[in-house]
């Protein structure tokens, strides 16, 4: 007898889970299946996605742990504190972020029990369309449902006729694994992924270098943060090469050669102990039987939704990494919330356009809303505030002048229509501005409103209040 489900979620990543979870909430009986190979100690597949196994939060415990490397080493002294040269335990380092991992996986199983949601370890896919829903497998088994949200993700892209063995060469899997420091890492990519990889290994000591196939570095972010990070990043000791054509890559058991064409034209040569393909990610389709029952994709491979992230089927749903938009963690729990609200009756909701982006290298950059060039583009009369955190004294204080805030604002109406910042807690500050955004504030909003002092968030208050050219500390 097969399983009956009111909604079945296909993929437990961040999307999956939170909307099983929040569809439970809502009353439904729901089930949620998984078969990710990252197997637990009970040898069931693991609950979180890309994003918890191997993405955004064991990097950022590297990230973490290599940062107070390179502050014990080279900024302790200027605060007057004297130790010697510190050492790092790479196998602690990774015993430490796997173990986060671990309990945060266990933790999403608490919810499911809490929440009355059944986990379900198996691959999910489509059999037929019912007069009540959906017949679909699971593992061997059969269910029923009335409706279907699917959430499978995404999986790394990889370049053609490159194995890679997450040993020499590496995708995102193998290098959140990397067991001892590499004298020469190369990656390839300068995406969140690089950059945050690339600076987790330069801080612990190796020589890190990475080649780009795009002519400018971070092209979609805005161009001033862009050229600022580029001069940070390649101060710091990331060796940054753009507009390059990657060509044959050979590996061996001792390390990687990489052939590429420079942005001149050139022929050129990178030896590495270690390399890193992050050269972004690609929708995880496979095994859905989506062709059997008629689900409609886009020419990039996604599933073709609607704005709220309902399919050309009946019933069925996609949310993610696998449809349109940002391939962002939060971005998946927020349509995950919509489309759950929306099967309830509700008016679910997702805001694509206030959306957060964050690079959590130091320092970090964060984003939201419009850039400048695209302003430009649309041709938008806009205003523009920007504040650097050497006048901030909050920064100065923790001993984190560099970067800026910058502000974009309607020229008529005064509406915040994007804030860019790289600096120290940029990951944090851009909430305020994804507010403002979402309640459709103008920039002297923020400037009215009272900040503590002293704070980073400060640096936001002067960028509202440049926007008019009254900033009070710079």
Request: charged content about 20%.
């Amino acid at each position: 007898m097969s399983k009956e489900f009111d909604i079945l979620v296909i993929g437990g990543g961040p999307g999956g889970y939170v909307a099983a979870i929040r569809a439970a909430q809502l009353g439904f009986k729901v089930g949620c299946c998984e078969s990710n190979p990252y197997a637990d100690p009970k040898g069931e597949p693991r609950l979180g996605g890309t994003c918890l196994n191997v993405g955004c939060i064991p990097s950022k415990a590297l990230l973490h742990t290599s940062h107070l490397f390179e502050e014990a080493a080279h900024a302790f002294a200027g605060q007057g504190i004297e130790i010697g040269a510190p050492k790092i335990d790479v196998p602690k380092m990774l015993a430490r972020k796997n173990g986060i991992v671990d309990q945060l996986t266990g933790g999403i199983k608490a919810l499911f029990r809490k929440n009355k949601v059944a986990f379900l370890p198996g691959h999910g896919a489509f059999i037929a369309r019912t007069a009540s829903g959906w017949s679909l497998n699971v593992g061997n088994e059969k269910v029923e449902a009335g409706q279907v949200i699917v959430a499978t993700g995404s999986k790394a892209r990889h370049l053609p006729n490159v194995r890679i063995d997450n040993k020499i060469v590496c995708d995102n899997v193998g290098a959140l694994d990397i067991d001892t420091v590499p004298k020469k890492l190369a990656i390839i990519g300068a995406g969140v992924i690089g950059l945050e990889m690339g600076s987790v290994w330069r801080r612990l000591g190796a020589e890190v270098a990475i080649l780009e196939a795009a002519p400018g570095f971070l092209p979609t972010a805005d161009a001033d943060i862009a050229r600022e990070a580029f001069k940070i990043f390649t101060k710091q000791g990331l060796a940054i090469h753009t507009g390059v054509k990657i060509g044959e890559i050979k590996a061996g058991k001792k390390g990687a050669a990489i052939a590429y064409v420079d942005k001149d034209g050139k022929p050129a040569h990178l030896d590495a102990d270690q390399l890193i393909v992050s050269v972004g990610r690609i929708p995880n389709t496979e095994g859905l039987n989506a062709g059997a029952v008629g689900l409609k994709f886009t020419e990039r491979g996604q599933i073709d939704v609607d704005e709220h992230c309902k399919t050309n089927l009946p019933g069925v749903w996609a949310i993610g990494d696998v449809v349109r938009g940002p391939m962002l963690a939060h971005k998946a729990m927020e349509e995950a919330v919509m489309v759950a609200e929306i099967i309830a009756g509700q008016a679910g909701y997702a805001n694509l356009d206030a959306i957060p982006g964050v690079i959590y290298t130091t320092p970090e950059i964060a984003w939201v809303g419009k850039t400048e060039q695209q302003l430009k583009e649309a041709g938008v009369d806009y205003k523009a505030g920007k504040i650097p955190f050497l006048a901030n004294g909050r920064a100065l204080g923790i001993g984190a002048p560099e970067g800026f805030v910058k502000m974009l604002a309607d020229a008529r109406s005064d509406r915040i229509l994007g804030v860019h910042i790289i600096g120290a807690g940029a990951s944090d500050l851009i909430a305020e501005a994804a507010v403002a955004l979402e309640f459709a504030a103008a920039s002297e909003d923020l400037a009215r409103i009272c900040h503590a002092h002293p704070t980073l968030a400060e640096a936001v208050h002067e960028a509202a209040l440049a926007c008019d050219k009254r900033a009070l500390h710079f």
